[in-house]
C-alpha cells in the first residue's frame, strides 16, 4: 500500500528516504497486521512519483 503526499501531510510520523533497520515494510510483517504499529514512512519514487510506503515495527518493542 502506498500513499501520495496528500494522504500523509499533517502527519506526525517522520518520512525517510531510506528505511532504518528495525523497521518493517508491510511484505515482511510475519503474523498479523494488527501486531504492528505503523510508525514512519518511506518515501519512494515510484514511475516518477513520489509514493510513501508505511514502516512498521511491532507494538511493544
Not at 500513499?3 to 506526525?12: D, K, L, M, R, T
Not at 518520512?15 to 511484505?27: C, H, R, T
Not at 503474523?31 to 514502516?55: H, N, R, S, T, W
Amino acid at each position: 500500500m502506498f500513499y501520495q503526499f496528500f494522504e500523509i501531510v499533517g502527519s506526525e510520523k517522520p518520512i525517510y528516504q531510506s528505511k532504518p533497520e528495525g523497521f518493517l515494510v508491510y511484505e515482511e510483517i510475519i503474523g498479523e497486521l494488527m501486531d504492528y504499529e505503523e510508525i514512519a514512512y518511506l518515501e519512494i519514487i515510484q514511475d516518477g512519483v513520489k509514493v510513501y510506503e508505511p514502516l512498521y515495527v511491532r507494538e511493544g518493542d
